[in-house]
């Protein structure tokens, strides 16, 4: 259902996005005539963008989603460029349209930073690099914890219940290296700390 949503999210959010970015450069270039043309054209499509991009985006929020503060200032992104774009292009008034778009453009690359962010970067597990399971749970605490929880049934944005998973260890590898659907792809770590991660998640169930 959460990934179903966050793919619906991303669709709206882009054709949202440049739906805005369009009518910008129309307003930018004084083309009054062709905005005015281009806004009465697409009143319905504009409504339906941003009745879908609030509710998408209000369902994956209070489905789980983890509050932190990057998620905290591309919200306050969200709701203050709604005000601005309206009353920015109601009145023509460049700069409020432009900072509108901004904003806009910014809450997409504050939720590509927040998405990036979750999969940290290289972790020193050396302290505890003689027990795996120890190395699995400071690897777990440090990029996993924030939507999977300490006991592994937090569901947060989406995550799966890790104490009932029947996943075979290959694939919880697989999806650790590649990620899916909100879940990124941890890359930086290595073979050995993937594994560790793995053995730990065993002792959730």
């Not at 910008?24 to 009054?32: G, Q």
């Not at 990057?70 to 900072?99: D, E, M, Q, T, Y």
């Not at 590649?178 to 993937?194: F, H, I, R, S």
Request: proline fraction near 1%; include cysteine.
């Amino acid at each position: 259902m959460y990934s179903s949503l966050l793919t619906s999210h991303k669709i709206i959010v882009t054709l949202f996005l440049l739906h805005y970015i369009l009518k910008l450069v129309l307003l930018l270039l004084d083309r009054k005539q062709q905005l005015a043309a281009y806004t009465k054209a697409t009143r319905v499509i504009e409504i339906l963008l941003s009745v879908g991009f609030l509710v998408t985006g209000g369902w994956m929020l209070f489905s789980g989603a983890v509050f932190n503060f990057l998620l905290i200032i591309k919200l306050v992104c969200v709701f203050g460029s709604i005000p601005l774009a309206v009353v920015g292009f109601k009145k023509g008034n460049k700069a409020l349209a432009a900072l509108a778009v901004f904003l806009i453009v910014t809450a997409y690359g504050l939720a590509e930073m927040n998405r990036k962010a979750k999969t940290g970067g290289a972790i020193d597990t050396s302290t505890v690099s003689a027990d795996p399971i120890a190395a699995g749970k400071l690897i777990y605490s440090q990029t996993c914890i924030n939507c999977h929880g300490s006991d592994g049934k937090m569901g947060g944005s989406g995550a799966k219940d890790l104490s009932v998973s029947i996943l075979t260890a290959e694939q919880k590898h697989d999806l650790i290296r590649n990620g899916k659907n909100a879940m990124p792809a941890y890359k930086d770590l290595t073979e050995e700390q993937v594994n560790d991660v793995i053995q730990y998640i065993a002792t959730l169930k």
